[in-house]
């Protein structure tokens, strides 16, 4: 039994809170985030990046929320089944 619900994005799709987005963009290449809101331009998402590594969670390896004005890169997303 399946768990999970797999969404494409379309130009009209919106993810709903809590969903798992992921990426597809050189820069972004296996990227994933967790939706805290969206409208047909822009998502919000809470994401944490490991960008020195060294795990502190701190500075840009902190849990922050990004602002993705263009999600159009966005493969799709992911919410659990109810």
């Given at each position: 039994?399946?768990?999970?619900?797999?969404?494409?994005?379309?130009?009209?799709?919106?993810?709903?809170?809590?969903?798992?987005?992921?990426?597809?963009?050189?820069?972004?290449?296996?990227?994933?985030?967790?939706?805290?809101?969206?409208?047909?331009?822009?998502?919000?998402n809470?994401e944490?990046?490991?960008?020195?590594?060294?795990?502190?969670?701190?500075?840009?390896?902190?849990?922050?929320?990004?602002?993705?004005?263009?999600?159009?890169k966005?493969?799709?997303?992911?919410?659990?089944?109810?």
């Open positions: 039994m399946k768990k999970w619900v797999r969404v494409p994005n379309t130009p009209t799709g919106i993810p709903p809170q809590g969903a798992i987005i992921f990426f597809d963009e050189p820069a972004l290449t296996g990227h994933t985030a967790i939706v805290h809101s969206a409208d047909i331009n822009d998502i919000i809470i944490l990046n490991g960008a020195t590594g060294n795990g502190e969670g701190k500075g840009y390896d902190a849990l922050n929320f990004e602002v993705k004005r263009d999600y159009r966005c493969l799709g997303w992911y919410y659990p089944k109810k």
